[in-house]
């Protein structure tokens, strides 16, 4: 029974990181950029939730404004630094996403000091815990797995069926034959950080009611592991995000069940060395064939 | 007319006297009171931070692969020479400190060896992600290994080898080895990896060979950097390892120019001395340093000083050459 109940807390906290793993999978799947800036706007969420929340505002206020400054925020980086850079070499890209990343944080810490914050989750979700024979699960757990299975559906809705989606494929696939068919490619680049970004947000308010507490550095290591989850669902790949969070969750969760938590990140990168060493593009990634 | 080449003899004569300037000017600086503790001790910081960035520049700048666990390797060597350090205190000094570089700078290089025959069968991202994760895990074992390292309340009371003739020597042997492996064939082969990897396997090059060493010298060097940063902190910590010091070092390499060692070394220096020029605004250096970032690879995204190095020969050939041509052009009219 205890090992059902890890099971549990093992899906809450992978669903978590495959909504996060999404977001940092769709946009190397379409400029190739390892966004670590993205960990930081999952900080930023969290922040503006606990500034409503802690101002007195309704609960569903704040999951909406925290939403859409997500989206927000990651489309004007979008605009401001990446845009830019389109046509750079992909290591000055990635440095000016690291640097991004830095100056998110560092503003934050400059705004609401170095500090964390307790994020009220049981305004959000209330702290019940429902009984099944001898297993406890809480309200939480429950609500993240579904409102994850539920993002998950619309996510592939909309890459599969929409128009939108249609050209998001198109241009990862190959951005100059999508251009020659005139498809918009800046406008889906930006809808693609802009659906990451929405999946980054709901992450955040996941996240802070599971872990209570919000700081300028919180995006950093959740980013980190979430993009480990990433690489090794097979990046550019949806259903493989879903896979590489789920198999980061219950390995960290199986790992300090037995006893040795402070080895979970090495356990975490281990097995991620493993994976891309058997299987270099991850579980599901398609492998690059170069051509001469 | 032909130009004028200054003969080889004397251009290393220039060199090394200009290297000996260095020091002897360094040493009077710092045994002369003007600077402060902290200043002297950024002098030696910014020593390291070249070595480790002249050597990162290896990987990076002219094998072309983007590894993030450079801090990895540091850390490997920082607590190597610590602990030999520590060991051999009954040795004469030069034979400890000489021995603790070595041994710090080898182990490192078989770490190095270790982790880039698995990662170097990956490309490009995946090998960035690989030897991040290589870094994490060195610095999980650190703080979980207290035994030997100390864990996260440090290993401390190591003795304090570090001194200005130490380190710049360190620097410009790092400097001197690696600007001539780069012209020798093996660095060639190297450079050829980075501009097209099918066609240098095509040509008979062992890639994965060559991969290796790239990495393998990478990591010895930044070994020594390390063991010298423990000779000049006392203590170590294993946060001082974590993700971010391997960006900083990776940022410093791509500043500067990748592939371009001046670059490196300019760029180590500003970015290291930037703290304490800084001081007065210290709570918004960081968002000064990460808009800099920002703003350096937006308007130059080859770094500042692209694929340019720096030859001392050919600038005095300019000069002269310039002088001697100015003459003519007086004397023709």
């Not at chain 2, 002369?32 to 520049?57: D, E, K």
């Not at chain 2, 490309?123 to 100390?150: Q, S």
Request: net charge positive.
């Amino acid at each position: 029974m205890l090992l059902l109940s890890q099971l549990i807390n093992g899906l809450q906290l992978g669903s978590i990181y495959a909504l996060v793993a999404l977001g940092y999978s769709m946009v190397y799947g379409i400029i190739m950029l390892l966004n670590f800036a993205h960990g930081d706007i999952i900080m930023a969420g969290g922040y503006i939730a606990v500034l409503i929340l802690t101002a007195g505002r309704n609960p569903v206020l704040a999951i909406i404004l925290a939403i859409i400054g997500c989206v927000l925020l990651s489309v004007l980086i979008e605009k401001v630094a990446y845009k830019p850079l389109r046509s750079a070499p992909r290591i000055s890209l990635l440095i000016t996403a690291i640097g991004v990343s830095l100056f998110l944080q560092n503003m934050a810490q400059l705004l609401f000091t170095a500090n964390a914050r307790s994020f009220p989750n049981t305004v959000v979700i209330p702290a019940i815990n429902f009984r099944i024979g001898s297993i406890n699960i809480s309200l939480t757990a429950l609500v993240t797995i579904v409102v994850t299975i539920i993002s998950m559906i619309c996510l592939t809705l909309l890459v599969q069926k929409t128009k939108m989606g249609k050209a998001m494929r198109a241009v990862s696939e190959d951005t100059d034959a999508a251009k020659l068919m005139g498809i918009n490619v800046n406008s889906t680049i930006t809808f693609t950080f802009a659906t990451g970004s929405t999946l980054a947000g709901i992450g955040s308010i996941l996240y802070c009611c599971r872990y209570p507490l919000v700081s300028p550095t919180m995006g950093s290591l959740l980013g980190l592991k979430a993009f480990v989850a990433a690489v090794l669902g097979g990046i550019g790949s949806i259903p493989g995000a879903m896979i590489g969070g789920l198999a980061i969750g219950f390995a960290e969760v199986l790992v300090s069940a037995v006893g040795l938590s402070e080895w979970t990140d090495a356990v975490v990168f281990a097995i991620l060395i493993i994976v891309l060493l058997v299987k270099p593009t991850g579980f599901l990634g398609r492998s690059m064939q170069e051509k001469v | 007319m032909a130009k004028r080449r200054i003969p080889t003899p004397v251009s290393y004569a220039i060199n090394l006297v200009l290297i000996a300037l260095l020091l002897v000017v360094g040493n009077i600086v710092i045994s002369s009171g003007i600077t402060s503790r902290a200043q002297n001790s950024l002098f030696l910081q910014v020593g390291i931070y070249i070595i480790l960035a002249v050597s990162l520049n290896v990987v990076t700048g002219y094998l072309g692969q983007l590894p993030l666990g450079h801090a990895g390797f540091m850390a490997v060597g920082a607590y190597t020479g610590a602990l030999v350090w520590k060991a051999t205190a009954s040795m004469p000094a030069p034979v400890s400190i000489v021995l603790g570089l070595l041994v710090a700078g080898i182990v490192s290089a078989i770490f190095g060896i270790i982790i880039g025959i698995p990662a170097l069968r990956l490309k490009g991202d995946y090998l960035a992600i690989v030897t991040l994760g290589f870094g994490e895990i060195i610095r999980v074992c650190i703080i979980n290994l207290p035994e030997i390292t100390g864990g996260t309340p440090g290993l401390l009371n190591i003795p304090k080898h570090s001194t200005f003739t130490l380190v710049y020597v360190c620097v410009v042997l790092t400097c001197v080895v690696i600007h001539m492996m780069m012209k020798s064939r093996h660095g060639r082969a190297i450079l050829s990896i980075r501009d097209n990897e099918i066609a240098a396997e095509s040509c008979g090059i062992s890639t994965t060979y060559y991969k290796v060493m790239a990495f393998s010298v990478s990591a010895f060097f930044a070994g020594i950097a390390g063991a010298l940063f423990a000779g000049n902190q006392g203590s170590l910590f294993p946060n001082a390892f974590d993700f971010m010091a391997s960006i900083n070092i990776l940022v410093m390499v791509v500043l500067g120019g990748m592939g371009s060692m001046i670059g490196s070394v300019i760029a180590a220096t500003v970015l290291t001395s930037l703290p304490l020029v800084l001081q007065v605004f210290s709570k918004y250096r960081m968002i000064i340093y990460s808009l800099m970032l920002i703003i350096v690879m937006i308007f130059k995204p080859s770094g500042l000083m692209g694929t340019y190095d720096f030859s001392l020969r050919n600038l005095l050939e300019k000069l002269t050459g310039h002088i001697s041509k100015k003459r003519e052009a007086g004397t023709n009219e």
